[in-house]
């Protein structure tokens, strides 16, 4: 019985290791197309239990760490009362390092997968410069430049410098781009398979970027954002700067009496929306769950299929422009023979 309880463990943390890491991935495929998991997923999650953890006065919620949103499963702790977790452990503030631990194996999960679906892009780039290639998504930036909108533009012309600035792309350039959330890094893992940069260096500075840095950049966002205790003391820190700046302070009161009426309405509207929203909640929970999880598995098989089919369509059209090739050669050399009995 002891061997089939850490099997069922071991089972646990593999299945949630396994999801996070795919949520990131479909949040990396597509070019910039795909699922924003960490707005529909892992920031809600980070979002959920800071607030919980503020609420209760203590961090230890979870029945173990891979009690968090899983396929199929929602976290244990989301549903209790805090009596049933103990009487709070700080009166005051939870510091912010004691709500980071508690979340940031998630994080770190779900950034390794976006790094990881930066991957087959790369690869298949770099396939397509060793044959003298170039991949379909550049070859067709150029001509849509025209046919966009306004920003969509901008964006693309963005792209079109940072493809201009190849010959830049190191370890500290990749890992910029990986660390700041921008769409530019949509090309970045097209344009250093294209260029042939060395696999480790694209690979290293995409994970540290993605993985560390962009990871806990987003996370630290959010508990700062769900943490009323640490908004507060920002606030604090604010108005005491402000009240000492020229030109600032005889505003100041009325600025922060709106600040505080506008945060107020806020909580009271999110309070009475979750409080209305319980009852319903059990209902149609289940279905939108198996309807949102089916569509999440859809897109990542989807973006297998794509990768397969585009591999298979770079190696047919190599193996007709070879047979080409050689047809062609082979009508020169017979055309070629004639001439030399002639000229004899």
Not at 91 to 118: C, D, M, N, R, Y
Not at 136 to 153: H, T
Not at 187 to 207: D, E, H, M, S
Request: include cysteine; proline fraction near 4%; charged fraction near 15%.
């Amino acid at each position: 019985m002891n061997r089939v309880a850490h099997m069922q463990e071991l089972l646990w943390y593999a299945r949630f290791g396994l999801w996070w890491v795919i949520l990131g991935v479909a949040s990396s495929i597509g070019l910039g197309s795909g699922l924003h998991t960490f707005v529909l997923y892992l920031g809600p999650h980070i979002a959920l239990f800071t607030m919980k953890a503020v609420q209760c006065g203590r961090v230890d919620l979870k029945s173990a760490p891979y009690d968090t949103i899983l396929l199929k499963r929602r976290p244990s702790w989301l549903e209790k009362e805090c009596l049933e977790f103990g009487p709070p452990i700080y009166q005051e503030t939870i510091p912010f390092s004691k709500i980071l631990h508690e979340v940031h194996l998630e994080a770190v999960l779900w950034g390794i997968g976006t790094a990881l679906g930066e991957l087959p892009p790369y690869f298949i780039s770099r396939a397509a410069s060793m044959s003298g290639q170039k991949v379909e998504e550049l070859a067709e930036l150029d001509a849509s430049i025209s046919k966009e909108g306004f920003l969509s533009s901008i964006l693309r012309r963005a792209k079109r410098w940072l493809m201009s600035h190849s010959q830049y792309l190191n370890f500290p350039t990749i890992l910029l781009l990986a660390s700041v959330p921008n769409p530019l890094f949509d090309l970045a893992g097209i344009l250093c398979g294209q260029f042939n940069v060395p696999f480790w260096k694209f690979f290293l500075a995409t994970l540290i970027g993605k993985a560390i840095i962009k990871v806990y950049m987003q996370t630290t966002l959010v508990i700062t954002l769900c943490n009323n205790q640490l908004l507060e003391l920002v606030e604090e820190r604010l108005v005491w700067v402000f009240s000492n700046s020229p030109g600032v302070s005889s505003i100041l009161p009325s600025l922060v009496t709106k600040l505080k009426t506008a945060k107020d309405k806020f909580l009271m509207a999110s309070v009475a929306t979750s409080a209305s929203s319980a009852a319903k909640g059990k209902k149609w929970n289940l279905s939108f769950s198996l309807i949102w999880n089916t569509v999440v598995w859809l897109m990542v098989v989807n973006f297998i299929v794509q990768i397969i089919t585009s591999t298979a369509q770079s190696y047919l059209k190599k193996q007709q422009e070879l047979e080409i090739s050689m047809k062609s050669s082979a009508t020169m050399s017979s055309a070629s023979e004639p001439a030399a009995g002639i000229s004899n």
